[in-house]
């Protein structure tokens, strides 16, 4: 496979993450991480990286859109500030943790917990199971313990932080407004932290195919990053278009479909 061809494989694949990511309003990593996976796969990377590289990769290129998303929130003022830094120091340990623990799990147990993971946020989908709000923060500690899980749970699977981060925000007594905004900021920590940890935790390995830093793939990371953005927009028109009950359901079989393959 030419490099031009592999390269065109990773636009495709960026314009179809951004437009069911914009399509179903979720982070794109639920979308990108399988997709990668498929990616590699066709071009017969060793399996034994496949999971890691792929879970990488996705946080390099959320870096790019969570800021892009970041810096929009913050011009809106929905960035709630201060728990955004009460939550910062579990974020960045906790994701630097996830991936540690990422990396001493072998790709095919990796894969098995992420498809339990996708099964859990299709079921979540289907059956409306919506945050339920609350009127007082935990405070400090409990924001930093709750960032930590946040954190290292969104390394370890290769997400935003948004999927965790808006629920617990919302029972903090956020409004949705803020705890989308606050999430938005939440979640370039994790994914630069998470990025940067996965190429130290990687490099060198003897598994990597070429392009790859550590477990970032760069021609895969720059590809996702030019296409999914404007797709992106693709996606929330379409959404706007669509009955909503019809993108849930869709959405939730879209994730069951993806979680089945990676347990099975």
Sequence with gaps: MTLLVTF????????AAGTLAGLFGIGGGLIIVPALVFAFGLQQVDPAVVMHLSIGTSLATIVVTGASSAWAHHQRGSI??????????????GAIAGVFVAGALSSGFLGTLFGV???LM?????????PRAGRAS???????VAGGVIGGLSALFGIGGGTLCVPWLSRCGASMTQAVGTSAACGLPIALF?????????WGH????????????WPAFLGIVLASVPFARLGVRLAHALPA?????SFAALLAIVGLRFLF
Excluded: C, D, H, N
């Design 8 to 15: 065109l494989g990773y636009l495709v694949l960026g314009a």
């Design 80 to 93: 709630q500030r201060e728990w955004f830094m009460s939550l910062l120091p579990g974020l960045v340990l």
């Design 117 to 119: 993971f996708v099964l």
């Design 122 to 130: 299709a079921a979540k989908l289907a059956l409306r199971i919506g």
């Design 138 to 144: 935990p405070g400090r500690l409990g924001m930093g």
């Design 194 to 202: 998470g990025a940067a940890t996965f190429i130290v935790v990687g």
């Design 206 to 217: 003897p598994a990597l195919p070429s392009g790859a830093t550590g477990f970032v793939m």
């Design 245 to 249: 009950r019809i993108l849930r359901l």
